[in-house]
């Protein structure tokens, strides 16, 4: 079952992508986002890409 969003519009469990400070899609484990992530920078370097570890309430920078 998916948890919800907070007010903000973040996970409440689990992962999400971030484009340009948008969150665009969520994941249930860190392999799915950091996959997710990476491809969309692969294919699109010029955006900022994070992914949002509900857990932690952390982001993380995806670099090419």
């Not at 907070?6 to 950091?34: H, N, Q, R, W």
């Not at 294919?43 to 890409?49: A, S, V």
């Amino acid at each position: 079952m998916k948890q919800p969003t907070d007010a903000k519009g973040l996970p409440g469990s689990g992962y999400g992508i971030e484009v340009d400070g948008l969150l665009k899609s969520e994941f249930v484990t860190m392999e799915g986002a950091t996959n997710g992530a990476r491809e969309l920078k692969t294919r699109f370097p010029m955006l900022q890409i994070r992914i949002y570890d509900a857990a932690a309430k952390t982001r993380t920078e995806v670099t090419a």
